[in-house]
């Protein structure tokens, strides 16, 4: 292995991209074995082997840095799941959302234990990047397919958190699929669909290929 000398010599000729890229990697490996909460600055500067002053040279905070690996880890997912949500009903993209997160978290468990981390703790970067749940739920209830008791933040909230849980069961090793249905279903239930349309839209939703990872 090289030597610590030898690793600071590598680091010194990193570009800034390079630099502010190897921070990112570092706390994608420490926020996924350690978790994101217990990764403090100073742990992820000393596991980089940079300094305070260089995290704060690319970083304000821990928050921008979690935003960034965020992008980094979800990125591809969110993606994916854009060009499959493209088409169809709100109800589809809401089972889409549900059944590929569940495949996606199977397929990469950094990014699973990572975004479920997220998703518990409702984050803004997984408010932002998992499904765009928010403005599917909005326009589902404008164009009359979603029907919701409460306020919809309240209802986004539940949503979240349902995926949170199917998130941890897939990473302790429950079947993906399985549970992503089952994920979908009861979102499509929280959201005023019937259980007989709720459980084919879903079943279809985990029928489309489109949504392999790996």
Known sequence: M???AGDARKRARLTP???RDHLIRTAIAMFAEEGVAATS???LTQAAG????IFYHYFSNKQELEDAVALVVLGDHVARLAEVQRSGSYSARIAIGAVGTMRAI???RELGAIMTQYLEQHHDAARRSSVQIDDDVRAGVEAGEFDINGPRQLVVDILVAT???GARAVLAGAEPDDTGEEVAAAHLRVLGVS???ADGIAARAR???GLSHG
Do not use: F, K
């Open 41 to 43: 600055i100073l742990r």
């Open 163 to 165: 995926l949170a849980v």
């Open 207 to 209: 029928a489309m290929s």
């Open 106 to 108: 199977a397929a990469n």
């Open 17 to 19: 991209d390079q630099r």
């Open 195 to 197: 259980r007989r349309r």
């Open 50 to 53: 940079v300094s305070n002053g």
């Open 2 to 4: 090289p030597s610590s």
